[in-house]
């Protein structure tokens, strides 16, 4: 998920970003179930946007995903962050 619809940031944190109100929330059980803290905001869509609907963006701080690094499969996270 990371690797198609987010994006890491080495000092800042993580982003996943969907459309759909149950992939944020099934997204956000899973990092609860694994102990990663996480933080989700409701945004309008942009003007530009393909897509009218409001987006779910899904915020990991840097320093939890160096701790859990292991558990979250990701090229992006392996790129940036080792």
């Known amino acids: 998920m990371i690797d198609s619809d ?3 940031h080495e000092h800042l944190g993580t982003e ?6 149950q992939i944020s929330k099934r997204v956000t059980e ?3 179930e694994l102990w990663i803290v996480s ?3 409701i ?8 897509s009218n ?6 915020y990991i701080p840097s ?11 990701s ?5 940036y962050l080792t």
């Open 43 to 50: 945004r309008d869509a942009p003007c530009n946007s393909f």
């Open 53 to 58: 609907k409001p987006r779910f963006e899904i």
């Open 39 to 41: 933080n989700t905001k």
């Open 30 to 32: 899973i990092l609860k």
């Open 75 to 79: 090229v992006k996270i392996a790129r």
């Open 16 to 21: 996943i970003k969907t459309v759909s109100s």
């Open 6 to 8: 987010g994006h890491v």
């Open 63 to 73: 320093a939890e995903i160096k701790l859990h690094k292991n558990k979250i499969p």
